[in-house]
């Protein structure tokens, strides 16, 4: 564990031979002392409970020794600060109740308080920042994201109603994202005044968009939150492909989070050096065996040898049935 290197790389400024590393969804179902803790508590009890919220977080800084920490939550928590009901079943996801599919849905949506809804989250910053010195990454989903979660009302196989609407009424579907835009906005300034050293705003189903489309409602949006925050580096993820990091980084982030299905050394080509890039490892790698995860995590750190502004991670959240030895073989091929 490193505590400067992470924040040193979203600067440019990490000469140290090696890249800071961490995971995305690292404290999840594939520890088993997070699992342990699932057995007692409801994922959302978890979310809840600011002592629990700090516990979790930092099972994978104790167990892998991460050089950046995230704080356990969920995007769709503020689904709640909404005023609609959010659950998550086994076997399908979170389902959001009711659905926002009109114009008048929306106006319901404005004028809420995200207190006390989101003060868990907040306390459970304060409370990691009074226990650990490891930098710690606040997060939100992006505005477009989570108009599709609560659009199609939870876990989504295809952007049916968010598409439908986007034909229909551009209008009010640019009033929904800005409005998500603003209390995201709002929700992430909260975050950074309870001590996060870092945002990452996920964008996971923006790659579902046409690029011109998510240029104005994906990016559009991205960019209103921006406008409106706080100081605080920023890392935009999304899936790519290429076309989506170039219209990303136009907003001009200290990092963008790529998906592994596409080139970091080529984007640092495209994109020039004046940006961290996060990334990309397959997270079906970390599925096979520690030979086979130190063999591809050589290569990704080869590729990307030198580069001061490279923070080392997944090309997207780690998958529940990954084998903690592989996950240490990572982290101790990093840190060699
Ligand atoms: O059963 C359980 O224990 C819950 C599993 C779980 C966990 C551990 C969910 C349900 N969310 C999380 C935590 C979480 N979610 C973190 C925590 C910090 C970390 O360790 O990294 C983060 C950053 C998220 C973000 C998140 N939630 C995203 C964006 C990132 C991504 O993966 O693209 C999304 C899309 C969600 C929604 C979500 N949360 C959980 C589920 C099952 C889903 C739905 C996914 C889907 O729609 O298919």
């Given at each position: 564990?490193?505590?400067t290197?992470?924040l040193?790389?979203?600067r440019?400024?990490?000469?140290?031979?090696?890249?800071?590393?961490?995971?995305?969804?690292?404290?999840?179902?594939y520890?088993?002392?997070?699992r342990?803790?699932?057995?007692?508590?409801?994922?959302?009890?978890?979310?809840?409970?600011?002592?629990l919220?700090?516990?979790?977080?930092?099972?994978?800084?104790q167990?892998?020794?991460?050089?950046?920490a995230?704080?356990?939550?969920?995007?769709?928590?503020?689904?709640?600060?909404?005023?609609?009901?959010?659950?998550?079943?086994e076997?399908?996801?979170?389902?959001?109740?009711?659905?926002v599919?009109?114009?008048?849905?929306?106006?319901?949506?404005?004028?809420?308080?995200?207190l006390?809804?989101?003060?868990?989250?907040?306390?459970?910053i304060?409370?990691?920042k009074?226990?650990?010195?490891?930098?710690?990454?606040?997060?939100?989903?992006?505005?477009?994201?989570?108009a599709?979660?609560?659009?199609?009302?939870?876990?989504f196989?295809?952007?049916?109603?968010?598409?439908?609407?986007v034909?229909?009424?551009?209008?009010s579907?640019?009033?929904?994202?800005?409005?998500?835009a603003d209390?995201t906005?709002?929700?992430?300034?909260?975050?950074?005044?309870?001590?996060?050293?870092?945002?990452?705003?996920?964008d996971?189903?923006?790659?579902?968009?046409?690029?011109d489309?998510?240029s104005?409602?994906g990016?559009g949006?991205?960019?209103?939150?921006?406008?409106?925050?706080?100081?605080?580096?920023?890392?935009?993820?999304?899936?790519?492909?290429e076309?989506y990091?170039?219209?990303?980084?136009?907003?001009?982030?200290?990092?963008?989070?790529?998906?592994?299905?596409?080139?970091?050394v080529?984007?640092?080509?495209?994109?020039?050096q004046?940006?961290?890039?996060?990334?990309?490892l397959?997270?079906?790698?970390?599925?096979?065996?520690?030979?086979?995860?130190?063999r591809?995590?050589l290569?990704l750190?080869?590729?990307?040898?030198?580069?001061?502004?490279?923070i080392?991670?997944l090309?997207?959240?780690?998958?529940?049935?990954?084998p903690?030895?592989?996950?240490?073989?990572?982290?101790?091929?990093?840190h060699?």
């Amino acid at each position: 564990m490193n505590n400067t290197l992470f924040l040193q790389a979203l600067r440019g400024e990490n000469r140290s031979g090696r890249p800071p590393v961490w995971l995305m969804r690292q404290a999840g179902r594939y520890m088993p002392a997070y699992r342990a803790l699932r057995e007692k508590h409801s994922f959302l009890e978890l979310c809840h409970d600011p002592s629990l919220i700090t516990k979790v977080t930092l099972l994978p800084i104790q167990e892998f020794g991460f050089d950046a920490a995230i704080i356990f939550s969920d995007i769709l928590l503020i689904a709640e600060a909404f005023g609609l009901s959010l659950r998550f079943e086994e076997g399908v996801g979170p389902i959001i109740d009711p659905p926002v599919r009109s114009h008048a849905d929306v106006a319901k949506l404005k004028g809420r308080s995200l207190l006390p809804t989101l003060s868990c989250v907040l306390e459970g910053i304060r409370l990691f920042k009074k226990e650990s010195s490891v930098p710690l990454i606040g997060f939100a989903g992006a505005p477009f994201t989570i108009a599709s979660y609560l659009i199609e009302g939870g876990s989504f196989s295809g952007l049916k109603y968010t598409t439908e609407w986007v034909e229909r009424d551009p209008a009010s579907f640019q009033a929904l994202v800005d409005l998500i835009a603003d209390y995201t906005a709002a929700y992430i300034n909260l975050q950074i005044e309870a001590g996060i050293d870092a945002v990452q705003l996920f964008d996971s189903w923006a790659h579902l968009l046409q690029p011109d489309i998510f240029s104005r409602f994906g990016a559009g949006s991205i960019k209103r939150v921006l406008t409106q925050l706080k100081t605080c580096p920023v890392i935009l993820f999304c899936r790519g492909p290429e076309p989506y990091y170039e219209i990303l980084s136009g907003l001009q982030p200290a990092g963008l989070s790529i998906g592994w299905d596409t080139s970091m050394v080529a984007l640092r080509k495209s994109l020039g050096q004046g940006i961290a890039l996060q990334g990309n490892l397959d997270p079906n790698i970390l599925l096979t065996n520690t030979s086979t995860v130190k063999r591809e995590t050589l290569k990704l750190l080869k590729s990307m040898q030198g580069d001061p502004r490279f923070i080392c991670n997944l090309g997207h959240g780690i998958l529940p049935a990954t084998p903690v030895e592989n996950v240490h073989a990572f982290v101790e091929c990093v840190h060699s």
